[in-house]
T-cell receptor, first 112, second 117 residues
Framework: QQQVKQSPQSLIVQKGGISIINCAYE??????FPWYQQFPGKGPALLIA?????SEKKEGRFTISFNKSAKQFSLHIMDSQPGDSATYFCAATYTGGFKTIFGAGTRLFVKA | GAVVSQHPSRVICKSGTSVKIECRSLDFQATTMFWYRQFPKQSLMLMAT?????????EQGVEKDKFLINHASLTLSTLTVTSAHPEDSSFYICSASLPAGGPHEQYFGPGTRLTVT
């Protein structure tokens, strides 16, 4: 019940295309869903996050879509660029829980 | 803002020695810091949660006598790998949460690559 399932494991997208990464969770107590971007040899960096009271959040080329009833959320990267090539982790946490549950990660490669 | 640093970025040590890794929040006070371990091409594995002024809470399966955590101030937490062995070689990452912004937001350090020979 604490798991966050992430797919796909890897993704190859042409430059300018849309990258879509999906995550699903079970614990309805989760109330904060961040996405992290990690480049090789670096720590993860917070990219964008959403709370379950909204269905979508957009920041630049990055959009989170959230479906509370289905317990799913996804990251869309519009106009994908080679510089977006990295590993992306979805995550979930809840008020008072402190602990963040991470998905397995998606390795994105954007072809020039 | 919300910058977390780690030192060293890379360390190579001999089997049987101890290694200390520092995690600092540079521009904010972090009441809670987290230590993760990451194997190649895998997700982050939470090792322990470190609270300032109190004992760390270790995850199941993590040896607290092997991975000593000290959170002596609101800006510094240290992880000491005692009697390191080759299987301890890994990428260690710390993070700190913003107390005012709620417990959810975590900011990660750049990581420390430990190699035990």
């Amino acid at each position: 019940q604490q798991q966050v399932k992430q797919s796909p494991q890897s993704l190859i997208v042409q430059k300018g295309g849309i990258s879509i990464i999906n995550c699903a969770y079970e614990n309805t107590a989760f109330d904060y869903f961040p996405w992290y971007q990690q480049f090789p040899g670096k720590g993860p960096a917070l990219l964008i996050a959403i709370r379950p009271d909204v269905s979508e959040k957009k920041e630049g080329r990055f959009t989170i879509s959230f479906n509370k009833s289905a317990k799913q959320f996804s990251l869309h990267i519009m106009d994908s660029q080679p510089g977006d090539s990295a590993t992306y982790f979805c995550a979930a946490t809840y008020t008072g829980g402190f602990k963040t549950i991470f998905g397995a990660g998606t390795r994105l490669f954007v072809k020039a | 803002g919300a910058v977390v640093s780690q030192h060293p970025s890379r360390v190579i040590c001999k089997s049987g020695t101890s290694v200390k890794i520092e995690c600092r929040s540079l521009d904010f006070q972090a009441t809670t810091m987290f230590w993760y371990r990451q194997f190649p091409k895998q997700s982050l594995m939470l090792m322990a949660t470190s609270n300032e002024g109190s004992k760390a809470t270790y995850e199941q399966g993590v040896e607290k006598d092997k991975f000593l955590i000290n959170h002596a101030s609101l800006t510094l937490s240290t992880l000491t790998v005692t009697s390191a062995h080759p299987e301890d070689s890994s990428f260690y990452i710390c993070s700190a949460s913003l107390p005012a912004g709620g417990p959810h937001e975590q900011y990660f350090g750049p990581g420390t690559r430990l190699t035990v020979t």
